[in-house]
């Protein structure tokens, strides 16, 4: 983002904000040179940075006299500063608050604010000033999960576990949640390790499941991906916490079993035929691809596409 006051601007704005009137203590504490060597209660530099969007961003973690300020100074000076913003025509404003000054949330929150998300250490509020309901993006709306299908085709049999913290033992694919900024495919491989104890690698993804209020998202949607993966090491040494049985299953036995969940089974019943007719009929294959706008990379998963039609030469 691309700071657009400078912080003598600030400055200026915020002493109109803060209403602020030096008082005989502050007098006494300023220098010859006429600088504040120790700002009382409420002398509080704002910093905030425009977005592209027309909001502006205040990062509390930046202003160094906040430890000295208590929530009302903070609340009276929000409510001034907002009203500024306002009148410059900011669409938004987006209020970033460091855990340990937490005590600014709920002043905030009586202006107007509420939370868009939240970090270990950080919360993050937003107040929508633009005209009409707020246009403001949410926040995350899914989980995900991924598991992998250790499918080793020398012996047909697939890989299957049983939960230990579930009320039925069904057989399904070792699996768990993908870690921020972590592929689909390294958290299918790092699951199947970290519970069974199989090597393996990423060959394909399978199938994707969407679920709305999932009990375990807390309150959030869940995507579950399963991918096909290829195994490298063969003997179990599946965790205590998570697992109460591991094997590596006959394919068609878990295709037929009526112990298991209606995705396993359906997926079972995809790699059968994939097993018979060819992968490339159930696989969707993954490419990385460059993005024109940021200059990152990005993994696309698709179905098999020919070589020319990707360069689209010789296409009639
Ligand atoms: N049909 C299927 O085959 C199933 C699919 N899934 C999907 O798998 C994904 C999640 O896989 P998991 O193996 O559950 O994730 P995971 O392998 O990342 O394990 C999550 C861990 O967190 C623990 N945990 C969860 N909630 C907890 C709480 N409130 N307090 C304390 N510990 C807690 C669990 O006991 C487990 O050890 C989801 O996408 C889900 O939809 C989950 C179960 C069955
Ligand atoms: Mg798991």
Redesign the pocket.
């Known amino acids: 983002m691309r700071p657009l006051l400078s912080s003598g601007t600030w400055r200026a704005v915020l002493a109109r904000a803060w209403r602020l009137r030096p008082s005989a203590d502050y007098l006494e504490v300023m220098d010859p040179r006429g600088y504040t060597r120790n700002p009382p209660v409420g002398a509080c530099e704002l910093q905030g940075e425009l977005d592209r969007f027309g909001g502006i961003s205040v990062r509390l973690a930046r202003l160094d006299a906040l430890d000295r300020l208590d929530a009302a100074a903070f609340k009276k000076g929000l409510q001034v500063a907002v009203q500024q913003w306002q009148s410059e025509g900011r669409t938004a404003v987006w209020l970033h608050i460091p855990i340990l000054q937490s005590r600014f949330i709920a002043p905030a929150a009586s202006l107007g604010f509420r939370f868009h998300h939240a970090e270990l250490d950080s919360s993050t509020l937003t107040l929508w000033l633009g005209e009409g309901p707020s246009r403001l993006p949410g926040y995350a709306s899914h989980?995900?999960?991924?598991?992998g299908a250790v499918f080793d085709e020398s012996t047909r049999k697939i890989l299957v576990v049983q939960?230990r913290?579930?009320l039925k033992n069904m057989w399904?694919?070792p699996?768990?949640?993908s870690e921020p900024g972590e592929d689909i495919g390294d958290t299918a491989v790092r699951?199947v390790f970290e519970?069974t104890g199989i090597k393996s690698e990423f060959r394909s993804l399978l199938s994707i499941?969407q679920?709305h209020t999932?009990p375990?998202?807390f309150g959030k949607s869940?995507?579950?991906i399963i991918c096909r993966l290829k195994p490298y090491s063969f003997t179990i040494n599946f965790c205590q916490?998570?697992c109460l049985r591991c094997e590596w299953m006959d394919l068609n036995d878990l295709a037929k079993t009526e112990n298991t969940?209606p995705?396993?089974s359906r997926v079972a019943r995809l790699l059968l035929y994939g097993y018979r007719e060819g992968f490339d009929k159930i696989d969707l294959t993954v490419e990385e691809l460059p993005a024109v706008y940021t200059g990152l990379f990005y993994k696309l998963y698709h179905k098999e596409l020919p070589e020319n039609y990707k360069t689209m030469t010789g296409i009639d």
């Not at 989980?143 to 598991?147: K, T």
Request: hydrophobic share 30%; glycine share 14%.
């Open positions: 989980q995900v999960g991924v598991a939960d913290n579930k399904k694919f699996g768990g949640l699951e519970e499941r679920q999932n375990g998202a869940d995507m579950y916490h998570e969940t995705i396993t």
